[in-house]
């Protein structure tokens, strides 16, 4: 996948935006503290945030050293995608009264997305989608004499959904800050950042999901004259143990409310709003049971009648 963007300049990385032009002029970076253009539109060194720094020196070098508000760096990304499934199915008769049968299947799927950063993969935006299907089931079937037959089944199955950050990143060392740190949920991506009309940074909320169920049922059916009776139950936990880190080391955004420019806002360490969600996993999961009874009466040849009832 190919894409085109619009990054901060080498210049404009250490607060020179002399030659940052919208529309044919030079664009005006005030100071935020004074209303008053920087002199030469050049951000003091002395007023630049250390972790604004940081952050922007992160991001993707540009194709030419020019930002006159189009873009200015141009990727071609491969996106490599991969899955597999097996099964397995074993049957075995102990003797002609007893028999069991046992399946087994797994699926794994690895979705990528595409990732405009060719140094600092960890930057994003992008993420990876982590699929895993993993099902067991156990049959077994009793006849207990030439007119009843016992069925018993168990089962489970589960099914992650995940999507997972492909890059480690420690946030702990961006802010080192350890009581800011401390309270995040997690510290392994990068911020979540929106730089209006430029490329924005942090990859897709991290994600892990875990749908399950497990259970068993059994079936009673017995031949008695011209009547089929069946009677069983079935009972399963259905459920979902879930955590959405969400942007987990926060998610910010820059407008250039502050000095006409948004990379100078990042550079200045002012930001137009910010957040950081704090979640906790959740496992929510519903029993689940039946019971039923039925009959097919065969009346002659060419008249069946089946009734019964379920709850």
Known sequence: QSNSFLVPTSAERNGDFSQ??????????VDPLTRQPFPGNIIPQNRISPVGQKLINYMPKPTTEVDNGSPNFSMTDLLPNSA???????????????????FVLRQVTHEANSNYNPENKFVGASYQLDRTINTYVL???????????LTLRAGYNKFNDNYNLPYDFDAAALWNNPAYTGALSDTNRFP???????????????????????GGNGTLSRLAGSHNLKVGGDYRIIGVKSLNYGTSTGTFTFSGLYSNNPVADLLLGYPQSGNVPLNTEVDGYV??????AQDDWRINDNFTVNYGCAR
Do not use: C, E, P, W
């Open 20 to 29: 940052t032009t919208r529309n044919g002029q030079m664009q005006v970076i």
């Open 84 to 102: 597999y499934q097996f099964t397995t199915k074993v049957d075995h008769n102990f003797n002609d009264s007893i028999a069991m049968s046992g």
């Open 139 to 149: 049959n077994n079937t009793y006849v207990l004499n030439s007119s009843t037959v």
């Open 192 to 214: 979540s950042l929106t730089i209006t009309g430029y490329k924005g940074t942090g990859f897709t909320s991290r994600q892990a999901n875990g749908y399950y169920q497990y």
């Open 287 to 292: 029993n689940y049971a039946s019971i039923y």
